[in-house]
């Protein structure tokens, strides 16, 4: 080939990567600097049998080698864990405690900024439980009183001092404004550091905060935090409330539409996910026909209905399962905590399968409270076998899941199945042996059908009249002219008969 190469052979690359590996390989490492125990003690195995005193190290030296070393390594390590990505998100992080004196020493902006917005009412604990503000003397003891959240004006008004914060961990009021934007190191306030308890001598140190320029200065900044127009991301913020207020306006009407057609064990979808259409199901048809007298809605659909994934419109059937989910996640859990607030129930199971032909097992609680009784549905569960110890094993499960105890049931109902109400071997057996207060009542709606398939097959008379009946809807009703004929002559008949 007479024409030259215009790029590197693969040869010639391979070469030039192991070129550059040995010329990293020779540059001096950063642990050469430092002599590690290790190489001390290597020391001594040396060709020439030098000993630590030839080298001109002491006891003291190695001592402080081996403490820098340690020093040295868990530097290493604080920088790796920096360098690492942290597994807790920003909002863990920001949490903020409702108690004033569990809050940080040095309080950072986005502190003050989060307090701010939740406002002086979340912090105050003014429940009338002021325990912890008790405080010994040679005087009977004293403690915080409700009267110091309110002043009373000279004209004999009330007004509410929303700037007084109780802490219950150290039984100290402080100031909500002063706590937050007091210049530290300038305030010398006990309502703004280390809490005030004086309670002998409360309404006057009360009253001379809150008339105190270092109070006024505060609560002029706090004004200022709260004031928007003084701002300088105003426009920022605008633009998030308008856009957080359009979103729950749509959110009100498509979950209002979710809660009713569940209300109504009414189906969703349609043969196809489209406005416009008359087979998009309930879901579309109903904020279609909402739309109509709607101008808000109106205007979000055709903005932002039908334009399939990657555009936010909440109208699509992923996001109305997840509203499903989560609706149904909070009134399970209502149920949960009404039952612990019960803490006696009754536990009713049975087993059926869904149109998927999966085995379910359907758990409903029979509780009381205000003198109610309450019976409700909780969820169904998959089951794999019908015997009593694998039945009890998933409903024990489920209840531990949940924090139900299952000591506290007081009764059981299930059908009259051997498994389920089984002396030994049964589901009832099983419960009873983990709760033996758990009394077990067959069903009475499967009893009763027992009791009539059994009363009807004991005489042979009633059996053949209402095999006769059934053989006699079956020839009229599998032909429409005989069928006619019947409601005809029903109807010529003077005696009425159905």
């Known amino acids: 080939m007479s024409s030259l190469r215009q790029y590197k052979s693969g040869a010639a690359k391979r070469k030039a990567k192991e070129e550059k590996l040995k010329s990293i390989q020779k540059l001096p490492k950063l642990t050469m600097f430092f002599k590690t125990p290790e190489d001390i003690a290597s020391l001594q195995d040396h060709e020439g049998k030098e000993t630590i005193d030839d080298v001109g190290l002491n006891v003291g030296e190695i001592n402080e080698l081996d403490s820098q070393s340690q020093e040295n390594e868990n530097l290493r390590k604080d920088s790796q864990n920096e360098l690492q990505p942290k597994s807790t998100s920003s909002s863990s992080s920001l949490w903020i405690s409702n108690d004033a004196g569990l809050w940080p020493t040095n309080l950072t902006d986005e502190f003050r900024s989060r307090c701010v917005e939740k406002g002086s009412d979340y912090f105050q604990n003014d429940d009338g439980v002021y325990e912890s503000s008790k405080r010994c003397f040679k005087t009977p003891n004293r403690k915080l009183s409700n009267r110091l959240f309110h002043k009373k004006m000279i004209n004999g008004e009330t007004v509410r001092r929303k700037w007084i914060m109780y802490s219950p961990s150290v039984g100290s009021i402080y100031c909500f404004v002063c706590k937050l934007f007091a210049v530290k190191g300038v305030s010398v306030s006990a309502f703004a550091h280390q809490g005030f308890s004086n309670w002998g001598k409360a309404e006057e140190s009360t009253l001379s905060h809150e008339n105190s320029i270092e109070h006024r200065d505060s609560m002029f900044l706090f004004l200022n935090r709260t004031n928007l127009s003084c701002r300088i991301d105003k426009s920022l913020i605008d633009q998030f409330n308008k856009e957080s207020e359009y979103w729950i306006k749509v959110f009100e009407r498509i979950v209002t539409v979710i809660k009713f057609i569940a209300e109504r064990g009414l189906s969703f979808r349609g043969h196809v996910e489209k406005f416009g259409d008359c087979r998009n199901g309930n879901f579309l048809g109903i904020l279609e026909l909402i739309s109509e007298f709607d101008p ?45 607030n019960a803490k006696y129930y009754s536990l009713i199971v049975d087993s059926t399968p869904d149109i998927s032909h999966t ?77 033996n207060l758990a009394f077990y009542v067959p069903c009475a709606a499967h009893s009763l059908n027992l009791v009539g398939q059994c009363s009807v097959e004991a005489s042979t008379e009633a059996s053949r009249y209402f095999m006769f009946l059934q053989k006699l809807y079956a020839f009229f009703a599998n032909s429409t002219h005989r069928w006619d004929v019947l409601t005809r002559k029903l109807q010529e008949n003077k005696k009425n008969l159905r």
């Open 296 to 340: 808000f809605l109106k205007t979000h659909i055709e903005r932002y209905g039908g334009k399939g994934s990657g555009h936010v419109s909440y109208l699509s059937k992923t996001i109305y399962e997840e509203f499903i989910e989560i609706i149904g996640g909070e009134v399970k859990n209502k149920i949960i905590c009404e039952i612990k």
């Open 359 to 435: 085995d379910q097992l359907s758990v409903i609680i029979r509780y009381c409270i205000s003198n109610k009784v309450h019976e409700r549905f909780l969820t169904f569960l998959p089951i794999f076998s019908h015997t009593g110890s694998s039945l009890s094993t998933v409903i024990l499960e489920f209840l531990d899941t949940h924090g139900i105890n299952i000591l506290n049931c007081r009764g059981q109902s299930y059908d009259n199945a051997s498994n389920m109400s089984g002396k030994y071997r049964g589901l009832q057996a099983e419960i009873r042996n983990r709760n």
